[in-house]
């Protein structure tokens, strides 16, 4: 069995700064670390590995210093890592983000049979890569997976839903995304980072991947950021204490409505 998961380098941080001019993450100055959510991802397809004979690659696109998320993968159990990186990638969507990914696993030998991703990265926050490349691989898709078994072919997951959990079954291949509330990610041994420090990652871009160049990068985005900004802060309100003296409260709660031009 061929497991590939998707990782991507966010920056350490849940309060990520916005460029107002143009409109793109602002990442000076921040540490960058594995999105915090692929690491469950990770650690469903290792406990995998240990269960069967099964092969874990993980995958990022992004900058040459991305590399580092794939070796951290790669010191805690994956097998192999590839990196996405070449200039026409710049400037990405989620959609031409996905293409790259679709067309680096439809790449990879032995043939995939399973894709993990995270449920979605804390900085872009879409949540739309995932079901992306289910799309261009044309794989079917599951998403907040919190268990996941293997057998004869065939997976069984655990998904996590507003009003309970469902439990589907279904052919491999498949695409998956994790929550959190799978098993906790398990650390790197100091070997484990010797090895992964001087292991050898795949460095593929439009050439390796014969990808078309109009469809990656900034040229192949549909969607443009019009604008992006954090919503103004709301202030805390006025508390009006009817304990002692209900009519006086609901009497100050009418002035301030007819002061803003609400009627009764
Ligand atoms: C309209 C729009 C325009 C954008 N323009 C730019 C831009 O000009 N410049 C720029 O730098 N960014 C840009 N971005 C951000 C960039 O496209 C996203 O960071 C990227 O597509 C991933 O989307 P996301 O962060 O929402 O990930 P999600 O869809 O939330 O991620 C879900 C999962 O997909 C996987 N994943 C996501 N991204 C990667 C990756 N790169 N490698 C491997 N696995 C991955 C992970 O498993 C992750 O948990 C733009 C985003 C949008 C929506």
């Not at 650690?43 to 951290?72: S, Y």
């Not at 279904?170 to 001087?198: C, N, Q």
């Not at 919503?231 to 009519?247: A, F, I, Y």
């Amino acid at each position: 069995m061929h497991i590939v998961v998707c990782v991507k380098q966010v920056p350490d941080t849940a309060n990520v700064r916005i460029n107002p001019e143009t409109n793109t993450l602002m990442r000076e100055g921040v540490e960058s670390i594995v999105n915090p959510f692929d690491e469950y991802a990770l650690e469903l397809a290792l406990q995998l590995k240990d269960r069967h004979e099964a092969k874990v690659t993980v995958l990022t696109m992004g900058p040459p210093q991305a590399d580092i998320v794939l070796r951290d993968s790669m010191a805690r159990g994956a097998d192999d890592g590839v990196l996405l990186s070449d200039r026409t990638f710049a400037g990405a969507d989620t959609w031409a983000t996905s293409y790259v990914i679709g067309q680096a696993i439809k790449k990879l030998k032995p043939a995939v049979d399973m894709v993990l991703f995270g449920k979605q990265a804390i900085d872009g926050d879409t949540a739309q890569v995932g079901p992306g490349v289910s799309e261009f691989l044309k794989m079917p898709l599951v998403t907040y997976v919190r268990t996941l078994e293997v057998n004869d072919g065939r997976f069984k997951v655990e998904t996590l839903m507003d009003d309970g959990v469902d439990v589907l079954e279904g052919p491999l291949p498949v695409v998956m995304t994790v929550v959190k509330e799978a098993a906790p990610p398990r650390f790197s041994s100091l070997s484990g980072w010797m090895d992964a420090k001087h292991a050898k990652v795949r460095v593929w871009g439009t050439k390796q991947l014969q990808a078309t160049p109009d469809l990656c990068g900034l040229k192949g985005s549909p969607t443009k950021v019009v604008k992006i900004f954090a919503p103004p802060v709301k202030s805390g309100g006025t508390k009006m204490d009817g304990r002692e003296l209900p009519s006086a409260a609901v009497e100050a709660i009418l002035q301030v409505l007819q002061k803003k031009g609400i009627k009764s």
